[in-house]
């Protein structure tokens, strides 16, 4: 009898052991989402940096070529207003562009996290599972063993 206590000891030290693993999975699957979460928050900011950045100089641009149209003496119509829009077009696509790559990497960021937390889930789901699935091959097999003796099958 004593090394049917040990089969149920050894298949609960087994079930103890899987639901260990399955916390441990999950606690860091948490931690990496909220890392990529503060990461995909760092990206915001940097992207509105950026986008602060490229205004400015944009502005900057436009300025001096108001004062280049300006000090030529040329009116404000024809070629160097074209010149002048364009400049302006150009200035605000590449602001959009700014923008939105720094939003797509932020997403990009936060749905790892996502898939990170769902990993964590389902390995903490899994060791569940696992663990029954010790308990009961260790209480089967102290069953088994309990019935060869009683019954004198021992070598079967």
């Known amino acids: 009898m004593p090394f049917i206590g040990a089969i149920i000891a ?3 030290v087994g ?3 899987n639901l260990q693993a399955g916390k441990a999975a999950r606690s860091a699957s948490r931690r990496n ?3 990529l979460e503060r990461r995909a928050g760092f990206e915001l900011e940097s992207t509105d940096i950026s986008v602060s950045q490229s205004e400015r100089d944009s ?3 436009l300025s001096q070529i108001e004062a280049d149209i300006g000090a030529s003496n040329l009116l404000m119509s024809g070629s160097p207003l074209l010149v002048l ?3 302006k077009r150009r200035a605000d696509e590449e ?3 700014i923008r939105r790559g720094g939003e797509e990497r932020a997403r990009g960021l936060r749905v790892q996290g996502g898939f990170e937390r769902t990993a964590g889930e389902q390995a903490r789901t899994a060791s569940l599972f696992n663990a029954s ?3 009961l091959r260790g209480v089967g097999m102290a ?3 309990r019935r060869d003796r009683v019954t004198g099958r021992a070598g079967d």
């Open 10 to 12: 050894l298949a609960l």
């Open 15 to 17: 079930a103890l052991g």
């Open 33 to 35: 989402a909220e890392e």
């Open 59 to 61: 502005e900057s641009t």
């Open 85 to 87: 829009n364009e400049s």
């Open 95 to 97: 602001v959009a562009l």
């Open 133 to 135: 699935g010790s308990l």
């Open 143 to 145: 069953g088994t063993l």
